[in-house]
């Protein structure tokens, strides 16, 4: 496969590229606010999808939506045309499809409890240790008892269950201690009214959805509306790490390629780092490490490189980075240290020109050919093609009811599961054990798919042009297969999260 055309990103005297082969070497795009990040961060968007990869990026302020749009020569947008010579340039829009956890700015974006696994809901949860420690005996006891937890009140009557009964799981799982099993339950309330009934659910995401192009080969722009996610931080950056998280699971190993498969932007990155673990910390930074082997490239936008754990930020090849404020001596050396993260410049007193860097000016360093980290240039970024800002209500349901899966996530599902098992909704009154591997929904679904449950990849070098929307039968079957059919019956299933980060996981 022929390598693609380079992105041009930025110029100073000479034309500053982004080399599509380096591109899943990972970035980063850090500055002050009101430098131009997000700018930055548009540019790049549009430049992957007219090379054909799909992008998923977070629009934290609701201004991101106007790459759906062609844009206009307005006054600024002209001038920097003109100063930077840019000869043919053409205005235009992108192939977007919108999500939004709440369901209302996009399609909805749903996972199940048991895709989200215990270590991440104990984030979410804010529990500490002994509760975390709970909560996973929880899952461990619902999996042996073949009990799928797939929304809140899968998970609290499980935790009623355990507690009511915690005597009869002591001698094999350890000590259940009801004080914790009670502070869970409180921050389940805590969650769902801040509207987590909303995101566990089914039917969940299809991350298929993601990985489209449209009828020009262009690839999807994923805008997921987050200006309301950003209220609560903590399920912000969870959510966002849970996706990436996924995408790490499904996605199989493709090696060196010449353009990325995926391009995941991750805004407001220093949320994903407060206080976090140390342990999921270190499971992030191997993530981040071993994804690009996947296709897939991250780029964190944050408005300092100190937010990124150095671990992390030695993994980020590609890098814009816009003006640094220094009013405190802890600014000035945040500068000092920003500044010698690069390939220096002999013509360029870098950490003197952080500071004076006018908005939309940048210092860039992108990897060579041979994955090296090119010399840091002064240059100004690109003007976007596509509209600068927010689009009206009007257009955005226009392109929602257009979408390619409008339809497939707009309905609640809810399937028989630990609820109704453990309520004897269905006239059981007490979980029945779990089923022997070949029997039940798991032999079945195992017969009708071959045995393998994962997504398949797009045919590499030839552009989707289009899914065919599949029924909600075929919706839920799907997922279903993630959630049941393991080799020991109908034993739970969960994302990379609860593998990589707890053990060993079964296999499909």
Not at 166 to 191: C, D, H, K, M, P
């Amino acid at each position: 496969m022929s390598a693609a055309e380079p992105i041009l990103v930025a110029k100073a005297a000479a034309e500053i590229h982004l080399l599509p082969q380096m591109a899943n070497r990972h970035g980063l795009i850090a500055g002050a606010t009101g430098t131009g990040k997000t700018i930055t961060l548009q540019v790049l968007a549009e430049s992957f999808s007219r090379l054909g990869v799909p992008v998923f990026l977070a629009d934290v302020k609701g201004d991101l939506a106007g790459l759906s749009q062609a844009g206009s020569p307005t006054p600024k947008v002209q001038e920097r045309i003109n100063q930077l010579k840019l000869e043919g340039f053409t205005f235009g829009g992108c192939p977007v499809t919108f999500w939004d956890v709440f369901g209302e700015a996009g399609h909805p974006v749903r996972a199940t409890i048991s895709e989200m696994g215990p270590l991440l809901l104990s984030r979410l949860l804010m529990l500490n240790e002994t509760q975390a420690g709970v909560l996973n005996l929880v899952f461990r006891i619902a999996d042996a008892q073949g009990l799928l937890l797939l929304d809140l009140k899968d998970l609290r009557t499980m935790l009623q269950f355990v507690g009511e009964n915690a005597s009869r799981f002591t001698t094999e799982y350890g000590n259940v201690s009801t004080a914790s099993i009670g502070a869970i339950q409180r921050n389940l309330l805590a969650l769902e009214q801040q509207g987590a009934e909303k995101f566990f659910a089914e039917p969940a995401l299809n991350f298929d959805d993601f990985m489209q192009t449209d009828t020009q080969g262009r690839g999807v722009i994923n805008i997921l509306s987050a200006d309301k996610l950003m209220q609560s931080p903590k399920i912000y950056a969870t959510f966002l790490l849970w996706l990436l998280s996924e995408l790490f699971e499904r996605l199989p190993e493709v090696g060196d390629m010449p353009k990325p498969r995926l391009i995941f932007f991750f805004d407001e990155a220093h949320l994903l780092f407060d206080d976090i673990p140390n342990a999921l910390q270190e499971k992030i930074e191997q993530v981040v490490r071993l994804i690009r082997s996947k296709g897939v490239g991250i780029y964190f936008v944050s408005q300092n490189p100190r937010d990124i754990p150095d671990d992390i930020l030695g993994q980020l090849g590609n890098r814009v980075q816009h003006a640094l404020r220094a009013f405190t001596p802890r600014d000035q050396q945040a500068v000092k240290t920003a500044a010698e993260t690069f390939r220096p410049n002999p013509k360029l007193n870098t950490a003197a020109v952080l500071t004076e860097l006018a908005v939309g000016e940048a210092l860039v360093s992108f990897l060579d050919e041979k994955g090296q980290p090119g010399i840091v240039e002064r240059a100004f970024i690109c003007p976007p093609r596509s509209q600068i800002g927010p689009i009206k209500s009007e257009q955005r349901q226009q392109l929602i009811q257009s979408s390619l899966v409008y339809g497939m996530y707009e309905k609640v599902v809810d399937r028989e599961s630990a609820y109704e098992r453990l309520k004897g909704a269905h006239g059981q009154s007490n979980p029945a054990p779990a089923q022997p591997a070949g029997t039940e929904e798991g032999g079945f679904l195992r017969s009708l798919f071959g045995g393998d449950s994962s997504p398949a990849p797009a045919a590499s070098g030839r552009p989707r042009t289009g899914r065919q929307q599949d029924s909600l039968m075929e919706t839920m079957t799907k997922s279903a297969v993630r959630t049941i059919g393991s080799t020991v019956g109908r034993e739970i299933i969960r994302g990379i999260m609860g593998s990589i980060f707890g053990g060993a996981r079964r296999r499909r």
